[in-house]
């Protein structure tokens, strides 16, 4: 009901009018009403006693405006009147405003207040009913207005309701209402800015009101007239994607395996129905939808995801991305969130640990795992770093090359630290194995530390120069011990070994029980005294209580040189035979020369000459106290004066000299012949015959004719024809020529025969010998022959083996043992050795060899030493070059062998020894190698024998 309550003398009029304060029921049913009013409305009021026949009915008429009141109050009794006529228009009005309040009232609904159920989202719709009853007492129907006081609100008019087009049909009497039942709709519609973040829900408010309007009535019913109005409430929510857990973590996940299977629930809080999507990185896979067809149901629906990782050898470079998108489809859009991944991939066969950090010498161990699910086959292991010769594999380690390690099983690796150094000692530890997915090799790393002394010898290899035998070493070589660590260090034994220790004399301030401090040295000194004649070598050991090595070992070389000797050479054939001469005869002499073939200078000190029928003429050259030097040489003249015709004499010659074999001795033989002897001559003269130049290999190309004639009187007989001296053999006599001199052969008088020689050089340079002619006739002086090798055809014969030299590990600072190069000639010819070089880290030295330039003989060799000298530690390559040439004026070539070697850190002790063959060294850095002196001197034996000729038969006369 209305809450209107008039001022005084409304409120009189109000009382007078409806009989409230007088309370007398009399009604419209007073005899005077009864015919018009009957049925009155449930509220109703009368007139007070003394305005009997006066009664006003709230159906009536006259209430609908205040004159029509007004007018009514005026005709009705005294009372009423005199009220009307002390009120103002605007208490009319309100009184009959509240008339009309009291007769039209709305017949309200069951509640007051309309609840949507649950909640609502933010964007969605949600829709809840409510019904009014209404009763219209006028003659007009009322018009009827709907609205909402929050916008979020809409109400609208069901087709159920009773009243129509929203009107109330008018009353079928005055008292007869008319009524019907208005239906009605609630909307709800929040929109997102209704629920702020970070909250999730808010509750909506609304006043639903219905205000009828009656038209023609110039008094309008109150605003605040009860029975009209409705509180509505609801509760919208935001709608949320959520991931629980937003993160998943694989942890570490074999290769070639699978992770544990990880999930993550997705749900949704939207209205409708939603379908999510993974974008999956490689090798993650779903194992199966987490809802059928990965839809999610509306309504804070759930749907659990199973993940899982199975690695490929690309994850160890590619990692998992930080996370992955997902995105949830539905009405209204597309919304996006992310799920955060991690995980590690590692290969099969892994390390426990994989990083090793010794601190002081002894063992120490990892662990080698196989995760994967085939049998691993461990490989070599390899080193590698600055100190990665601080590491080895222990005896005994669990895992070594070969072990095989089955799945789900693990070996232990055991390695023995050995410190070479102070400090930090980094290396890296490399295993191979044959995992088929990979991740060979298995890569530990190797950190340790070292607090140690450190012996550190600052010689490189000592140099002791090349020393005769017998003679006083002529050099002291001193090595400085150095304390290079950071803990003092004691010398526990100070020895030298090897195979010719006593060849070495040591001395100097080092000696067993000293202790170095930090920074400290002490120093050793070496003297070379050879015990033999060749490479000398023997190693100086320093035991002591610091870093590896230990002991510290110096290889110590050096060259015994024999002491030099004087050999006496005769350059004839030994017997000489000097043919048949005439008793009395006039005839030339004979030369024979002496040659200082040794080491050394050597004096003669007399030459003799026992026998009859020879003499020597004066030789100052050779005459006794000539010293004769290497090499040189001097002539003898031998006279043959026969006394006695058909008589053989023999003498021999002896020469007396400092060298050893003293006296040399030359056996000579003659005959004598009563008669003429026939003469013998060269055809030509008896001029040397040069040859001129010959290329070696190229054997009989130059040839040269010389003729022989018997002037007579008699025939002679040929009894030996060849080419005698030192190179005799590159002069052959060649034969098939039709008037060819053949010894044994008969010459007659007035007639020549012809010899041809041939020129084969063995080796470049010129070279000379004599054809000799003994026959039955008078004796022939020797013819000279000369001729220039020139080398082979088609270039060089020198060979160089071998083709690479490897000179190992040497330390920085040090040489490493010498490797040996050999250089050999053909067989079929010589070769000048014009000169070698050697580049990068490495030197080169003789050996047999001599200084170059020089000539290697057919078939010979030589051998040279090359060492490592390195300035750097790593791999060093270099290129050892021989020069040589088939001999004067032709082209060279140039022969290289590749040199490599492996300098290591820290100036420790470096060298190495070798064997080799003995030499013997004269001055000028010249070497002359004993066997070549022993060869030639064969040669020449073999052609004095070839050139004995037996005596001839006895001529007589005729």
Not at 97 to 103: C, F, I, T, V
Not at 899 to 914: F, H, I, T
Request: net charge neutral.
């Amino acid at each position: 009901m209305s809450t209107f309550v008039p001022r005084a003398a409304g409120l009189a009029l109000l009382l007078a009018a409806t009989g409230a304060s007088q309370a007398q029921n009399f009604g419209l049913a007073a005899p005077k009403c009864a015919g018009c009013h009957t049925n009155p409305p449930t509220v109703q009021a009368t007139t007070p006693n003394d305005c009997s026949g006066y009664a006003v009915g709230l159906s009536e008429d006259f209430v609908g405006n205040a004159s029509n009141l007004q007018t009514r109050l005026n005709a009705s009794c005294s009372m009423m009147k005199s009220v009307a006529d002390t009120l103002t228009a605007q208490d009319r009005d309100a009184v009959a405003a509240y008339l009309l309040n009291l007769r039209d009232a709305l017949a309200v609904p069951a509640a007051a207040t309309l609840t949507f159920p649950g909640t609502t989202a933010t964007g969605a719709t949600r829709t809840a009913s409510t019904s009014f009853t209404l009763s219209n007492y006028r003659g007009a129907e009322l018009t009827l207005a709907l609205s909402s006081s929050n916008p979020r609100f809409s109400v609208t008019r069901k087709s159920s309701s009773t009243c129509t087009a929203l009107t109330v049909p008018a009353a079928s009497s005055s008292l007869t209402p008319g009524t019907c039942r208005l239906d009605l709709d609630v909307v709800f519609q929040p929109q997102p800015a209704d629920v702020v973040a970070p909250q999730t829900s808010a509750t909506l408010t609304s006043t639903l009101t219905v205000t009828p309007t009656y038209a023609g009535s110039d008094v309008q019913p109150s605003a605040s007239a009860g029975g009209r109005t409705i509180t509505v409430d609801a509760t919208a929510y935001r709608p949320t994607v959520t991931l629980s857990p937003q993160a998943l973590a694989f942890g570490e996940a074999v290769i070639g395996g699978a992770s544990v299977v990880r999930t993550v629930q997705i749900s949704s809080t939207y209205p409708d129905a939603r379908t999510y999507a993974l974008t999956l990185p490689a090798g993650v896979t779903e194992d199966s939808p987490g809802c059928a067809g990965r839809v999610i149901a509306a309504d804070s629906g759930v749907c659990t995801v199973s993940l899982r990782w199975q690695p490929t050898a690309a994850a160890i470079s590619t990692p998992l991305p930080a996370s992955i998108p997902v995105t949830i489809t539905g009405t209204g859009g597309t919304v996006s969130t992310s799920l955060g991944l991690s995980g590690t991939a590692a290969w099969p066969l892994t390390a426990s640990p994989t990083r090793l950090t010794p601190s002081a010498a002894g063992p120490v161990s990892t662990a080698l795992s196989n995760r994967g699910s085939t049998a691993i086959v461990l490989g070599a292991p390899t080193f590698t770093g600055t100190a990665k010769d601080d590491y080895r594999i222990a005896a005994g380690a669990g895992c070594t090359p070969g072990s095989r390690v089955d799945p789900g099983l693990s070996c232990t690796l055991t390695l023995d630290y050995t410190p070479t150094a102070s400090g930090n000692r980094q290396a890296t530890l490399a295993i191979a194995h044959d995992s088929a997915v990979g991740g060979s090799p298995l890569s530990i790393t190797l950190d340790g530390t070292a607090d140690i002394g450190q012996l550190s010898l600052d010689a490189a290899q000592p140099s002791f120069p090349d020393t005769v035998l017998g003679a006083t070493p002529s050099g002291t070589v001193t090595v400085t011990a150095h304390n290079t660590g950071s803990k003092p260090l004691t010398l526990n034994a100070l020895s030298l070994g090897g195979p010719h220790p006593g060849d070495f004399l040591r001395a100097g301030t080092c000696a067993a029980g000293n202790t170095l401090a930090v920074g400290a040295t002490c120093t050793v000194t070496l003297q070379f005294s050879p015990g033999a004649t060749g490479i000398r070598s023997a190693t100086l050991s320093i035991a002591h209580d610091g870093a590896a090595p230990n002991p510290s070992v110096l290889t110590l070389t050096g060259l015994g040189l024999p002491q030099p000797v004087g050999v006496l050479t005769i350059d004839a054939a030994n017997p000489l035979d000097v043919g048949s001469q005439t008793v009395n005869g006039l005839y030339g002499t004979r030369t024979v020369r002496l040659r200082n073939s040794g080491t050394a200078s050597l004096q003669l000190t007399g030459v003799t000459l026992s026998g009859s029928g020879f003499s020597l003429d004066s030789t100052p050259s050779c005459a006794a106290g000539t010293t004769l030097a290497i090499g040189q040489t001097c002539d003898l003249a031998l006279r043959f004066t026969p006394l006695a015709a058909d008589t053989d004499y023999r003498a021999t010659l002896s020469i007396a000299h400092s060298a050893a074999g003293s006296p040399s001795r030359l056996s000579v033989t003659g005959h004598g012949s009563a008669a003429v002897v026939p003469v013998v001559t060269w055809v030509g003269g008896t001029e040397v015959h040069d040859f001129g130049t010959q290329a070696i290999g190229a054997a009989g190309t130059t040839r040269h004719t010389v003729s022989l004639r018997n002037l007579g009187p008699g025939a002679i007989r040929l009894t030996l024809i060849n080419t005698i001296g030192l190179e005799a053999a590159m002069f052959p006599v060649q034969g098939g020529a039709a008037d060819a001199c053949v010894a044994g052969a008969l010459l007659e008088p007035d007639r020549t025969c012809s010899i041809t020689l041939a020129f084969s050089p063995g080796s470049p340079g010129t070279h000379g010998a004599r054809l000799q002619v003994v026959s039955s006739g008078t004796a022939l002086a020797p013819l000279a022959l000369t001729g220039t090798g020139l080398g082979p055809v088609g270039g060089s014969t020198l060979a160089v083996t071998p083709e690479r030299l490897d000179l190992g590990t040497a330390r920085v600072g040090a040489a490493s043992p010498p490797g040996e190069i050999v250089l050999r000639a053909d067989a079929q010819s010589a070769v000048q050795v014009i000169g070698w070089a050697v580049d990068g880290a490495f030197v080169v030295e003789g050996r047999t060899c001599p200084a170059p330039p020089f000539t290697l003989a057919a078939g010979t060799d030589c051998r040279i030493a090359v060492r490592f000298v390195p300035t750097a530690a790593g791999n060093t390559g270099g290129t050892l070059q021989v020069t040589s040439s088939p001999g004067p004026d032709l082209a060279v070539s140039v022969r290289s062998v590749p040199l490599a070697g492996r300098g290591e850190s820290a100036p420790d002790v470096v060298g190495g020894g070798g064997g080799g063959c003995s030499i013997a060294r004269v001055s000028g850095d010249e070497t002359l190698d004993p066997t070549l002196l022993v060869l030639a001197a064969l040669a020449a034996l073999i052609l004095g024998r070839r050139g004995r000729r037996r005596r001839p038969p006895t001529q007589r006369a005729s």
